[in-house]
């Protein structure tokens, strides 16, 4: 009895921690966003004949991205788990570009079956590949589990995006070239700097609500994101591989990725969003710049913010720690894979 109070509060402290770090962080980047100049990429050109997927594409910064990727006309596959959604932002963007390439594909993240039947779907369209937004996102979740039976924020921000990665990677350096490397993007964020890699722990399902953080699940699998991004980078360099790779924080962005605020902050959030964050077009600045700027051809495995390299939290350049992160992730994956498409228990 007296273990079971003892592990319930250790919990409770751990849960209320790791809260405070990531409002704690939150504020500091906002603060430091305010007294920064917004910066945009100068040089976009045209990129006629570029195909690029962005998952998220039809809502808040995502939406944003793919609309900035056809006005430069690249034809873009909006890539997320609501076809009705995703038929409303087609409309939106042909209202404003009539010509516009751009085409809707379901993908739900919460499923590696899912991700899978996307990339058939992408590839029986016989196009190249040039631009991988891995942008889609939740925040802040109660405890959820996916059809894997994965952590929500680990699968969607983190896991599905790694497995859509390692299926369309052949597809990505096909579509390279030496003095136009294709691109893939992560979208991590600031709080990836709060994040904590628990090699061990990781795919584990939560025991008890004591045990869960939805602060803490956001931030590790921001965190996850930065790690498998100079892993990936390492191995594409060592192959001399026609393909980069970047992270970046989008920077504070008024979006519906806030939705599962607390109620009783929510309405104070609301009006300091409308009044401080960024908009979703200035968030999707940054992406747009490392999907599309001239002046990173080569440039890969670093961090962006404001469209600026920085550097992420300390850890994240452990390779040990990326290795394993990677290892452990590929194991899962195929265990799920093994067991959802072929009923292999093993
Ligand atoms: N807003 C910020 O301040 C901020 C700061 C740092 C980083 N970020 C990151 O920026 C990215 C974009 O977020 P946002 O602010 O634009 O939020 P958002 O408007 O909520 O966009 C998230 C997108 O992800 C999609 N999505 C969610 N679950 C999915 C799933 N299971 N499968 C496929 N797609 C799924 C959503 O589709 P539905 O609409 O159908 O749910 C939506 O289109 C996220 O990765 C977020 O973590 C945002």
Redesign the pocket.
């Known amino acids: 009895m007296a273990v079971s109070r003892l592990k319930c509060f250790t919990g409770t402290l751990y849960i209320i921690w790791a809260l405070l770090k990531m409002y704690v962080v939150g504020g500091l980047a906002l603060a430091r966003q305010i007294l920064q100049r917004h910066k945009t990429a100068t040089d976009l050109h045209l990129h006629t004949g570029k195909v690029a997927i962005v ?8 939406f944003e991205v793919s609309k900035g990727l056809v006005a430069k006309n690249v034809h873009v596959f909006i890539a ?3 076809v009705t ?1 995703g038929k409303m932002a087609i409309n939106k963007i042909r209202e404003e570009f009539p010509n516009a390439k751009v085409d809707f594909l379901l ?4 499923s590696l079956e899912s991700v899978n039947k996307f990339v058939d779907n992408f590839l029986a369209r016989g196009l190249p590949l040039h631009i991988l937004i891995n ?5 802040l979740m109660p405890y959820k589990e996916t059809e894997d039976e994965m952590e929500y924020h680990f699968q ?2 983190y896991l599905g995006h790694l497995y859509l990665s390692k299926l369309l990677l052949w597809k990505l350096c096909e579509s390279g070239a030496d003095n136009s490397h294709s691109r893939i993007i992560n ?1 991590s ?2 709080v990836q700097s709060v994040g904590c890699i628990d090699v061990e722990m990781l795919g584990e399902k939560c025991k008890h609500w004591s045990q869960y953080s939805p602060h803490a699940a956001y931030a590790d699998s ?1 965190l996850a994101i930065v790690l498998a991004t100079y892993y990936l980078d390492a191995n594409l360099r060592a192959e001399n591989s026609k393909v980069s790779i970047n992270a970046v ?5 008024n ?3 806030y939705r599962h605020v607390h109620w009783g902050i929510k309405w104070l959030l609301d009006v300091v969003a409308r009044l401080t ?1 960024k908009t ?1 077009v200035q ?1 999707a600045d940054g992406i747009l710049f490392l999907a599309l700027s001239d002046s990173l051809e080569g440039r890969s495995g670093e961090y962006f913010d404001n469209c600026s390299q920085v550097s992420s939290k300390g850890i994240s350049y452990n390779k040990d720690l990326q290795e394993e992160l990677f290892k452990k992730s590929t194991e899962i994956v195929q265990n799920i894979v093994n067991q959802k498409f072929y009923g292999n228990q093993d």
Not at 55 to 62: D, E, K, L, N
Not at 135 to 139: E, F
């Open positions: 998952t998220g594409g039809s809502s808040g910064i995502g997320s788990k609501c959604e993908l739900d993240l919460a942008n889609a996102g939740v925040m969607v921000n979208v964020s600031v921001k924080h989008p920077g504070i962005v979006t519906p990725l964050y979703p968030g």
